[in-house]
């Protein structure tokens, strides 16, 4: 199974790939940082961001996005930024009919450390030891994307139905889908006359 971890920002939006081994192994594919000008209007930096996780999803082919989960802080812009941006790569993500996870800060840091309460260091270094890196992935939005990825292989990877390398198509996902199986009655019916025509 291929995974891409993604740790949204408006500024900084961390992108890391890694790919399931043998005996709950990882390793890793890429990893980088998208950024976008801070002095540029939101439109034009979603629209950034858009154009290099399409890139992304295009070149690496995931069989699943898992997506930080956003939680409510003190303040407003960061989170309004942050939600845009898991938006932004939730909706491209299932555009093409690839699954989308999301867990919350405390359950990766958890998967990944032990402790729900790790911090950034601790985070970096348990990243590092998993995935046999010669040095640390930097910035840490580096870190928590390939941290994201790490946690959905352990904690979520069973629910995931995928094959590596499979033509991703929503039409065909929902289709693929028993019927009422947290579809909508237009999306059951959908499903059903795909069925129909491809029988």
């Given at each position: 199974?291929?995974?891409?971890?993604?740790?949204?920002?408006?500024?900084?939006?961390?992108?890391?790939?890694?790919?399931?081994?043998?005996?709950?192994?990882?390793?890793?594919?890429?990893?980088?940082?998208?950024?976008?000008?801070?002095?540029?209007?939101?439109?034009?930096?979603?629209?950034?961001?858009?154009?290099a996780f399409d890139?992304?999803?295009?070149?690496?082919?995931?069989?699943?996005?898992?997506?930080?989960?956003?939680?409510?802080?003190?303040?407003?812009?960061?989170?309004?930024?942050?939600?845009?941006?898991?938006?932004?790569?939730?909706?491209?993500?299932?555009?093409?009919?690839?699954?989308?996870?999301?867990?919350?800060?405390?359950?990766?840091?958890?998967?990944?450390?032990?402790?729900?309460?790790?911090?950034?260091?601790?985070?970096?270094?348990?990243?590092?030891?998993?995935?046999?890196?010669?040095?640390?992935?930097?910035?840490?939005?580096?870190?928590?994307?390939?941290?994201?990825?790490?946690?959905?292989?352990?904690?979520?990877?069973?629910?995931?139905?995928s094959t590596p390398g499979a033509?991703?198509?929503?039409?065909?996902?929902?289709?693929?889908?028993?019927?009422?199986?947290?579809?909508?009655?237009?999306?059951?019916?959908?499903?059903?006359?795909?069925?129909?025509?491809?029988?």
């Open positions: 199974m291929r995974i891409l971890g993604v740790d949204p920002g408006l500024t900084r939006c961390g992108l890391g790939v890694i790919d399931s081994r043998p005996a709950r192994q990882a390793a890793l594919v890429a990893v980088d940082v998208v950024r976008t000008p801070s002095h540029a209007d939101v439109d034009v930096r979603l629209g950034l961001l858009a154009d890139r992304w999803l295009d070149e690496h082919r995931p069989d699943v996005v898992a997506v930080e989960r956003v939680f409510a802080r003190n303040d407003v812009s960061t989170i309004m930024g942050t939600a845009q941006a898991s938006g932004l790569t939730m909706g491209l993500a299932a555009r093409r009919g690839i699954p989308v996870a999301m867990h919350t800060p405390s359950e990766v840091k958890a998967a990944v450390t032990g402790s729900g309460r790790a911090d950034k260091k601790q985070m970096t270094r348990m990243v590092t030891r998993i995935l046999k890196l010669e040095s640390p992935p930097k910035p840490a939005d580096a870190a928590d994307a390939l941290a994201l990825a790490i946690c959905h292989l352990w904690r979520g990877a069973a629910s995931s139905g033509a991703k198509d929503v039409d065909a996902r929902l289709a693929a889908r028993p019927a009422g199986a947290g579809l909508t009655k237009a999306q059951q019916a959908w499903a059903e006359a795909i069925r129909a025509a491809s029988s």
